[in-house]
């Protein structure tokens, strides 16, 4: 692959060394009966390990120029499909599993956000996500409330499940090699949790409470709600909390109550 003209409009990143490639399968728990999502499948080093372990893998690539060599590869238990993952429904990419199903994949670092918040909000069926991200992504994801890197992207990730960085991937594992290192994210997914809220409403209101970072609460949800009206339902020590500072379960508190405003 190193005659391979690589696509910089793809985030085109690829990992070739064993050793690591079989560390990701093994932090994604990959085991004979699981049903696996990769995305971005790249040169397929990583599709072939998963295709060793697990059951069944579908794996949807962008760049049709990688058809060949993918398809090449002989994996009899591996679906490739040649588009977009961006612009496919998740109910027709659901279709292709029998049951739940865990994601695997090194990701684009251009669409990382994206296609996380897809998988979480769209998905029905995914039970785990195991990705290579940017390393400051995932730390921002992994962030403890009160910190600069808290945002909505960590609120998010902990309302669909629980995050953690499980290795650290430095740039040179990496070809071509990019500009920054990354971190292998797990994201072990709980849909029972808060399934009493709106969870698309809710990111609506999360947006909100961080669009402007060094305001208040106050200031931040009165373009929403009546300035007034907050004033009577919470205290001055909320409203004159930043957004930072509220831990998921306060966020979603405070979200009940404005429901009622």
């Not at 690829?14 to 690591?20: A, C, Q, Y």
């Not at 069926?125 to 990705?131: C, E, P, W």
Request: glycine share 4%; net charge neutral.
């Amino acid at each position: 692959m190193r005659d391979f003209v690589f696509k910089k409009k793809f985030g085109q990143n690829f990992i070739s060394d064993k050793n690591l490639l079989n560390a990701i399968a093994s932090d994604a728990n990959i085991s004979a009966n699981d049903e696996v999502l990769e995305i971005g499948p790249g040169a397929g080093s990583l599709t072939q390990i998963l295709s060793e372990r697990a059951k069944k893998v579908v794996a949807y690539e962008i760049d049709k120029d990688l058809q060949q060599h993918l398809l090449g590869l002989n994996l009899e238990n591996v679906d490739f499909v040649f588009e977009d993952f961006m612009k496919i429904d998740m109910k027709d990419v659901e279709k292709k599993f029998a049951g739940n199903y865990k994601v695997v994949a090194n990701l684009p670092y251009y669409i990382t956000t994206p296609i996380i918040f897809k998988l979480l909000e769209e998905g029905k069926k995914v039970s785990s996500l195991t990705i290579m991200v940017q390393k400051e992504v995932a730390e921002r994801i992994c962030a403890d409330f009160g910190g600069k890197d808290y945002g909505i992207l960590t609120v998010m990730t902990w309302l669909y499940g629980t995050p953690k960085i499980t290795r650290i991937i430095g740039r040179q594992m990496f070809y071509p090699e990019p500009n920054v290192d990354s971190a292998l994210l797990h994201i072990e997914i709980d849909r029972e949790k808060f399934e009493d809220i709106d969870k698309k409403e809710f990111l609506k209101f999360i947006k909100a409470c961080f669009s402007m970072r060094r305001k208040t609460i106050l200031n931040n949800l009165s373009s929403v709600y009546d300035k007034n009206k907050l004033k009577e339902k919470f205290s001055e020590e909320v409203l004159g909390k930043r957004p930072e500072q509220f831990s998921l379960n306060e966020f979603v508190e405070l979200f009940k109550n404005c429901q009622q405003l």
